[in-house]
T-cell receptor, first 109, second 114 residues
């Protein structure tokens, strides 16, 4: 499966935008880009996914580079409840996800 | 919330004993998954199921077996628990078939093997 690379940790101030980067230089043409997050002591939860075009939903936006070798998850206004581990995942083998170690986001009040 | 429950939520067991973890869903989702999560690792797939009596191995399946006799239940069995199987176990479901679907995760089961 294609791999992703994310920073181990990031910090943000409350109510400011957060841009979480993900590199996936070996992505294939049919791989979906998924983002999940895991709050402390909880199971992961879906955030957003996309294939080629940028995507927006109520939680976040996903910006996908034109060559698809990188993507950025954008939280428009970080809150304390957004403190979590964020996983960027490539779905390359039909219905199965391969998690990496993700980015731990800390939000400062 | 996809109505996924896991039982038990916490369990302590001794090395060599069999252990069964249960995942129950109320959404009639076809696909179900078992993952484990250990410090320093993301979630790793143990086994998955594409439907009743249709299961397959994930990347860390050794020492585990699964069964799915009903759509709503997916059981994970540790045939003879070892200390290396101390972990947090998560169940997940996928409603839509094909790529790009959203997986829903349960709250997890913390298993300690002494």
């Amino acid at each position: 499966d294609a791999k992703t690379t994310q920073p181990n940790s990031m910090e943000s101030n409350e109510e400011e935008p957060v841009h979480l980067p993900c590199n996936h230089s070996t992505i294939s043409g049919t791989d979906y880009i998924h983002w999940y997050r895991q709050l402390p002591s909880q199971g992961p939860e879906y955030v957003i996914h996309g294939l080629t075009s940028n995507v927006n939903n109520r939680m976040a936006s996903l910006a996908i580079a034109e060559d698809r070798k990188s993507s950025t998850l954008i939280l428009h206004r970080a809150t304390l409840r957004d403190a979590a581990v964020y996983y960027c995942i490539l779905e390359s083998s039909g219905d199965k996800l391969t998690f990496g170690t993700g980015t731990r986001l800390a939000v400062r009040p | 919330d996809a109505g996924i429950t896991q039982s038990p939520r916490h369990k302590v067991t001794e090395t060599g004993t069999p252990v069964t973890l249960r995942c129950h869903q109320t959404e009639n989702h076809r696909y179900m998954y078992w993952y484990r999560q250990d410090p320093g690792h993301g979630l790793r797939l143990i086994h998955y199921s594409y439907g009743v009596k249709d299961t397959d191995k994930g990347e860390v399946s050794d020492g585990y077996s699964v069964s799915r006799s009903k759509t709503e239940d997916f059981l994970l069995t540790l045939e003879s628990a070892t200390s290396s199987q101390t972990s947090v176990y998560f169940c997940a479901t996928l409603g839509a078939s094909g790529s790009g679907g959203e997986q829903y995760f349960g709250p997890g089961t913390r298993l300690t093997v002494t």
